[in-house]
């Protein structure tokens, strides 16, 4: 099982022994080579602990970095995809019948899959929404193209099609930052390898200085875990702490379904 597909309790348990382990394997190793060699001057290990730590503090800032600005902008697309299928919803009035119709169920279609999708948190379902999505996009997209060959030069038609072509656009971003977009297992490889060094480096130094196991490292493998499991549920925004709202895309759905007419207002992110 790799870490992006990890259940969060289960990092956070591996987090916790990799801290525990990691300090008392430095303080055993300490302690044996004290014995042997005698206590070793604790500037340049102090130098040392110092630098490692601060290597692991600046990849955990990057990384928390990377994934928070790419969580907002999941959230800003989500607004763009309301706003955007609002626009295309209103601009099917330019449509003659029985098109329009046809456009409008669709359209109604097309955004109950989007937010369904997304709330179940399954993602064994996801392929399967994925190809409804792609079908009803071809047939949005099959009447944008009958009606706009009817008047090549019609302004109107073109306007309808921008939208819609930003309908799909937006989707494809959504699928690519949302679904697509993980932490790779080698960022996740060198923030556990930093930590266990910096974790071992703490427990040598304590043998080093000659001073016993401290209860104090069961705070310090809480905290650490804390954090990476921050970074885990900002790389999970559907299924962990920082759910990204569709609340832009329900009231969407609530006018549509109730036939209002559609302001800005509508997409206003509500958190």
């Not at 994934?67 to 003659?96: C, S």
């Not at 959504?174 to 930590?195: E, M, V």
């Not at 043998?207 to 804390?226: D, E, H, N, Q």
Request: no cysteine; proline share 3%; charged share 20%.
């Amino acid at each position: 099982m790799s870490i992006q597909n990890s259940p969060i309790w289960l990092l956070a348990l591996v987090t916790i022994l990799i801290v525990l382990l990691s300090i008392e394997g430095g303080y055993r190793s300490g302690l044996i080579l004290s014995r042997r060699y005698g206590i070793e001057n604790d500037s340049p290990l102090s130098v040392i602990s110092g630098a490692v730590f601060g290597l692991l503090a600046f990849l955990l800032a990057f990384t928390f970095g990377i994934l928070y600005n790419r969580f907002d902008a999941r959230k800003e697309l989500v607004r763009q995809e309301a706003n955007a299928i609002g626009t295309t919803f209103l601009r099917t009035d330019f449509i003659p019948e029985p098109d329009r119709t046809r456009s409008v169920n669709l359209l109604k279609e097309y955004l109950n899959v989007r937010i369904d999708v997304v709330q179940t948190l399954d993602l064994s379902k996801m392929p399967k929404a994925m190809m409804e999505t792609d079908r009803l996009q071809r047939q949005l997209w099959k009447l944008a193209v009958v009606n706009a060959r009817l008047d090549m030069n019609s302004d109107v038609a073109s306007l309808y099609v921008a939208s819609l072509n930003e309908v799909i656009d937006i989707h494809s971003l959504r699928l690519a930052r949302g679904y697509q977009a993980r932490t790779s297992p080698g960022l996740w490889f060198s923030l556990y390898a930093l930590l266990l060094l910096s974790m071992f480096l703490i427990g040598y130094q304590i043998a080093m200085a000659g001073s016993g196991r401290s209860p104090a490292s069961i705070i310090l493998a809480i905290s650490f875990t804390v954090v990476f499991i921050l970074i885990a549920a900002l790389d999970r925004p559907q299924e962990g702490f920082f759910k990204v709202s569709q609340q832009p895309l329900i009231s969407l759905r609530l006018t549509m379904e109730g036939g209002d007419v559609i302001t800005k207002d509508v997409f206003r992110d509500d958190y």
